[in-house]
């Protein structure tokens, strides 16, 4: 069975830096690109950053470009967004996808509020 389960969002305020994880169960990870993406209350999901199976390509939301780092642990089933110098407008529920097969996980919740 196929899961992904996300962890480590909460609430950080406006300049903050939160990490969130997604570990990959069910499949063998290394062979697949994954995603992050979130939606905010009103908004349609959107792409936040994507990575290679081998972790060598990425590609970032101009909206998050030089603040998200995206990253990947084959090792571990790990997927990994670092995000940096964090804005109101990025609150939202941030979900681990492997969008090829329409895996998604149950998200996480990322608040930034002062």
């Known amino acids: 069975q196929v899961q992904l389960v996300e962890s480590g969002g909460g609430l950080v305020q406006p300049g903050g830096s939160l990490s969130v994880s997604c570990v990959a169960s069910?499949?063998?990870?290394?062979?697949?690109?994954m995603s992050w993406y979130r939606q905010a209350p009103g908004v349609e999901r959107e792409l936040v950053a994507e990575?290679?199976?081998?972790?060598?390509?990425?590609n970032y939301a101009d909206s998050v470009k030089g603040r998200f780092t995206i990253s990947r642990d084959n090792a571990k089933n790990t997927v990994y967004l670092q995000m940096n110098n964090l804005k109101p407008e990025d609150t939202a529920v941030y979900y681990c996808?492997?969008?090829?097969?329409?895996?998604w996980g149950q998200g996480t919740q990322v608040t930034v509020s002062s």
């Open positions: 996808a492997r969008p090829r097969f329409n895996n």
């Open positions: 990575i290679s199976s081998g972790g060598r390509s990425t």
């Open positions: 069910g499949f063998t990870a290394r062979l697949y690109a």
